[in-house]
């Protein structure tokens, strides 16, 4: 399987670069509503000859992300209910969450710090060309804090939040929260949901094979769109600011989360990397943790040999929790465009702050659902928060989908390594079986 996805992305690449060289296109600047913000964007004219030709690829890539994304709310609320019912009873629920939760904090934290270290040590803000005045008469926006984070983890009502994509968050604690008092209910009614459930999740991973098996066609008409569609001006003028980024964001996956594996699990980074390929080139065209769900489960339980009552409780959770990817790409950013005014004598970038954006971005990646450019979206916040224009999120909002591709393929790659590290340490047999 993963050498077909990686087949197909080569293919959609070159599919897409080959649009790019034989059709004509322009590029109409539209401006659209992003988060209740007015955003300028390049796009495609939908007239244009590269338009056309790309039709047909743009349906195939929708149907497959809906055929995806459809999957994420029956799978997570059932993987996180039958893992939870099938350990609420003993000591392992308090362990097996300390260790998820410890994991999730510390692996964030870090990322959060590499971004810091290498954003100050390059300083791209610094006098860069964004032509993005401090508005006249600036009144910073409405922030974000810890309480309204608490506040938006509660559902008042669960039926809505498991029919709006977003609030992935508030089913998760509802999950865990059923799944708890599943096993705390006393026979037969609390055995009998908990044999639904699981009979459910079953259900849902059958279909998710079937689903799965189209990945390479997917992924393939993704890539040719994602390719295809860009236009590759908009990234010169901020092509520092990009690789910084990709630096750090490799680092971490490159040499931090390998010598977690290594050093505290004793598990080989390389041969976990093998293990997961599928689900890590699954998130980098998607650029959705949620939508690779099933992906990253499939592959650390059937690849990796992760027993599914820790696949179920730790990767749901984590790829709406734990977003490695997010939070540094988070500091990085917020960073970045404070530089930027400070440079132009707009700001002061105080150590405290800098304090400040290393919390905020922390419980922003927290906030931040799995779904394309949602970090980006969270950024407005942070900066807001910080006092600062929101324009500057939006200008990056332009570059943003490479960006998202990699910090997607981080978040994914970090539960991953969670899943591995707390699995073992239960007494499971890591990278013991084959496909
Ligand atoms: N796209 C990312 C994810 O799904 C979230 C983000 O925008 O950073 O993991």
Known sequence: MHTKIGLAMLLGVIGGWLLQEV???????????????????????????RAVWLAPFVMAANIFMSLLKMLIVPLVLSSVVTGVA???????????????????????????????????????????????????????????????????????????????????????VFALMLGYFIGKTPEPHGSRIKSLFESFFEVMMSLASGILKLIPYGVF???????GETGFATFKPLLYYMAIVAFALLFHACVI????????????????????SPALMTAFSTSSSSITLPVTIKSAEHRGGVSNKHSSFVLPL??????????????????????????????????????????????????????????????????????????GAMLLLAIDRPLDMLRTLVNVWSDSCGA?????????????CHE
């Open 86 to 172: 099938g350990i609420a009873g003993g000591k392992e629920f308090g362990r097996l969450g300390a260790k998820t939760m410890g994991y999730y904090m510390l692996t964030s934290f870090l990322a959060i710090v590499t971004g810091l270290l290498v954003i100050n040590l390059t300083q791209p803000g610094v006098g860069a060309n964004l032509n993005l005045p401090m508005p006249d008469n600036f009144a910073p926006g409405e922030g974000m804090s810890f309480v309204d984070i608490l506040l938006r983890m509660v559902p008042q009502n669960i039926f809505s939040a498991l029919s709006d994509n977003g609030s992935m968050l508030q089913i998760i």
């Open 257 to 276: 989360l390998p010598m977690l594996l290594k050093f505290v699990g004793g598990i080989s980074p390389i041969g976990w990397f093998r293990a997961m």
């Open 318 to 391: 984590g790829a709406t929790v734990n977003m490695d990817g997010t939070a540094l790409y988070e500091c990085v950013g917020v960073i970045f465009l404070s530089q930027y005014y400070a440079s132009t004598g707009d700001f002061d970038l105080t150590l405290a702050k800098q304090v400040f954006i290393v919390i905020t971005a922390l419980l922003a990646s927290i906030g931040a659902a799995g779904i394309p450019s949602a970090g980006l979206i969270m950024m407005t916040a942070i900066l807001a928060a910080l006092g600062l224009p929101i324009e």
């Open 23 to 49: 059709t004509a296109a322009e590029y109409l600047v539209q401006t659209i509503t992003k988060a209740g913000h007015e955003v300028t964007l390049e796009v495609l004219d939908p007239n244009s000859q």
């Open 420 to 432: 591995a590290l707390i699995a073992k340490s239960e007494g499971d047999a890591i990278l013991d």
């Open 221 to 227: 008409a993704l890539v040719v769109k994602v390719v």
